[in-house]
Every structure is written in structure tokens, then in C-alpha cells.
């Protein structure tokens, strides 16, 4: 079980940090990512991050903005959003990607677990 926590309500220009915490299983042992879905669109790619938590991948509009980290002691995966823009506002989620060659977990495909998400809005 994922479940992401942390979303809320923020002005534009402000910050959040999400979190993705599990439960029965070892997130050290999987690469993560973080997504997110606004109103009628579809899901997109928002960031990667591999086992060890030395590679990390984002997507073009994120970049610069978020930073992907991971506590692999603590079983967690953050999200850290840094000078938002009310176009980030979606439903983020986290998910985790086993192991197995050719996976392009970093392209934000090859995803087995996902969690439940948590909403962000940003006011402008």
C-alpha cells in the first residue's frame, strides 16, 4: 500500500512537500515516481527517482521547481514543490516500479503499485 500525503491549498509563488509513505512493503527495492492528473487531462510524468536516491528524472515543466528525495530508513518518497504556479494544481500520486530490465521507470513508464493521491491547488 502507497499513500501520498502532504497536498493542500497554496498561493501561487508558494511551497509544498509531499510525502509517500508505505505500508507492507520496502520502497528501497523499487525505483518511485511522482505523477499528477488535473481536471480532464490526462496523467502525466512529474519526476523519478531510483533505488539509491542518486539519480533522479523530472519533467520538463517541473524542473528547477521540485526535487525528488527518498529516505529509504523511513520507507518514504517526498516531492518537494518550490515556486508554484496554478497550473500545478492536480491530484498527485506515487507509485513504484520493480525492478526489471529495459524498465523505463525514468520516462515515467513501467509503474506496478500505485497509491492513492492527494490533492494540490494553487491559487493564483
Known amino acids: 500500500q502507497l499513500q501520498a500525503y502532504g497536498g493542500g491549498l497554496v498561493q501561487a509563488g508558494g511551497s509544498l512537500r509531499l510525502s509517500c509513505a508505505a505500508s507492507?512493503?520496502?520502497?528501497?527495492?523499487?525505483?518511485m515516481g511522482w505523477f499528477r492528473q488535473a481536471p480532464g487531462k490526462e496523467r502525466e510524468f512529474v519526476a523519478a527517482?531510483?533505488?539509491?536516491?542518486?539519480?533522479?528524472y523530472y519533467a520538463d515543466s517541473v524542473k528547477g521547481r521540485f526535487t525528488i528525495s527518498r529516505d529509504n530508513a523511513k520507507n518514504t518518497v517526498y516531492l518537494q514543490m518550490n515556486s508554484l504556479k496554478p497550473e500545478d494544481t492536480a491530484v498527485y500520486y506515487c507509485?513504484?516500479?520493480?525492478?526489471?530490465?529495459?524498465?523505463?521507470?525514468?520516462?515515467?513508464?513501467?509503474?506496478?503499485?500505485w497509491g492513492q493521491g492527494t490533492q494540490v491547488t494553487v491559487s493564483s
Open positions: 527517482i531510483n533505488w539509491g536516491g542518486d539519480s533522479t
Open positions: 507509485a513504484a516500479s520493480r525492478p526489471s530490465y529495459g524498465s523505463k521507470w525514468y520516462q515515467g513508464y513501467d509503474y506496478d503499485y
Open positions: 507492507g512493503r520496502t520502497l528501497s527495492s523499487y525505483a
